[in-house]
C-alpha cells in the first residue's frame, strides 16, 4: 500500500473502508459455525477489537488514518462504550495511539523502531524454534506442513498478500507450539506492530522464494528433532528477513554499536 502524506480521517473518502458488514462477529471467510462459537464466547467490545484490528492488519485503514468513535459506532452497528474500549486494548496491543484533545490513530511505525522489532524477534523465535521442536507432535508437524503449502501456492500464484499472511500463521503456530503464553502475547504484539511497517512499505515487486526455502529448512530440522538447529534457523531468517527490509527500502542497516570500556580505577 502506498504511503500517505497526510492521512486522512477514517470517515472521508480516502481513508473509508470497504462497505460495513452486518455483522462484525468474524471475518467474512469465517465459517458460519466459527462465528456463531465467536459471538457466544467474546464481549462487545472484544468483537468490535477484533474487527478493527483484522480492518488495520488487512490495510482497508490507512496507515495514521484518524479513527473516529462515531463513525466506527455507527459503521459496525454498536454503541460507542465497546468502540471506546476497543480503542484501549488496541492501544495495548499496539496498533492504535490515543492522543489526549486529538483521538485516536492507527500507529505508524518508522524504520528505526521496525529494527528493534527484528532483534527482539529473532531471540523469541529462536527460543521458541528450540521449545516447539521439543514439544512438537505428529498432527503439529502436519499442520506446519500445511501452512508451507499455503505459502508455495502463494509463490505460485505471485500473490505476496496471501505470502505475507501465511509467513504470520506459520511463525505463530511455531511460537504456539513453545507452550508459553506470555512469549506468544509478547510476539503477537510484535508482529502486530511490525505487520504496520510492512503493509505501509508494500512492495510488489516479487515473492521472497529465499525466504520459502529458509522455511522449508526450519520445517525439516524441527521433524528432525533437531533443536538448535531449528532455533538458528529462525534466529538467522528473521535477521535475513531485516536486512532484505531494509534493501527493499534502501535503507543502510544501521552500525553496531561499540562498547564502552571501562575505566580503570
Known amino acids: 500500500m502506498a504511503k500517505?502524506?497526510?492521512?486522512?480521517?477514517?470517515?472521508?473518502p480516502a481513508a473509508r473502508p470497504r462497505p460495513a458488514r452486518?455483522?462484525?462477529?468474524?471475518?467474512?471467510?469465517?465459517?458460519?459455525?466459527?462465528?456463531?462459537?465467536?459471538?457466544?464466547?467474546?464481549?462487545?467490545?472484544?468483537?468490535?477489537?477484533?474487527?478493527?484490528?483484522?480492518?488495520?492488519?488487512?490495510?482497508?485503514?490507512?496507515?495514521g488514518a484518524k479513527l473516529n468513535e462515531d463513525t466506527v459506532a455507527r459503521m459496525l452497528g454498536v454503541s460507542r462504550g465497546p468502540v471506546r474500549e476497543a480503542f484501549r486494548a488496541l492501544?495495548?496491543?499496539?496498533?492504535?495511539?490515543?492522543?489526549?484533545?486529538?483521538?485516536?490513530?492507527?500507529?505508524?511505525?518508522g524504520i528505526a523502531e521496525a529494527d528493534e522489532i527484528y532483534e527482539l524477534r529473532a531471540v523469541l523465535d529462536e527460543y521458541a524454534g528450540r521449545r516447539a521442536t521439543q514439544n512438537v507432535e505428529a498432527p503439529d508437524l502436519a499442520d506446519l506442513r500445511s501452512r508451507l503449502e499455503r505459502m508455495e501456492r502463494a509463490v505460485g500464484r505471485g500473490d505476496l498478500d496471501t505470502y505475507?499472511?501465511?509467513?504470520?500463521?506459520?511463525?505463530?503456530?511455531?511460537?504456539?507450539?513453545?507452550?508459553?503464553?506470555?512469549?506468544?502475547?509478547?510476539?503477537?504484539?510484535?508482529?502486530?506492530?511490525?505487520s504496520l511497517y510492512r503493509r505501509a512499505t508494500l512492495d510488489q515487486s516479487g515473492i521472497p522464494s529465499v525466504s520459502l526455502e529458509e522455511h522449508r529448512g526450519i520445517v525439516d530440522c524441527i521433524a528432525a528433532g533437531q533443536a538448535a538447529a531449528a532455533g538458528r534457523?529462525?534466529?538467522?531468517?528473521?535477521?535475513?528477513?531485516?536486512?532484505r527490509m531494509h534493501r527493499k527500502t534502501g535503507s543502510p542497516l544501521p552500525a553496531p554499536k561499540s562498547r564502552r570500556t571501562r575505566r580503570s580505577a
Do not use: C, W
Not at 511463525?171 to 502486530?192: I, M, P, T
Open 4 to 12: 500517505s502524506s497526510s492521512p486522512a480521517p477514517v470517515d472521508s
Open 22 to 63: 452486518q455483522a462484525v462477529a468474524a471475518p467474512a471467510t469465517a465459517p458460519a459455525a466459527e462465528s456463531i462459537a465467536l459471538v457466544r464466547t467474546s464481549s462487545l467490545p472484544m468483537l468490535v477489537q477484533r474487527e478493527l484490528e483484522r480492518m488495520i492488519l488487512a490495510g482497508e485503514l490507512d496507515v
Open 91 to 109: 492501544e495495548v496491543a499496539g496498533l492504535v495511539r490515543l492522543e489526549k484533545n486529538r483521538g485516536v490513530f492507527v500507529r505508524q511505525i
Open 164 to 194: 505475507h499472511d501465511a509467513n504470520v500463521a506459520f511463525h505463530d503456530r511455531v511460537v504456539e507450539l513453545a507452550g508459553n503464553a506470555k512469549l506468544l502475547a509478547l510476539y503477537r504484539r510484535l508482529v502486530n506492530e511490525l
Open 233 to 243: 534457523l529462525l534466529h538467522d531468517h528473521v535477521m535475513a528477513s531485516r536486512e
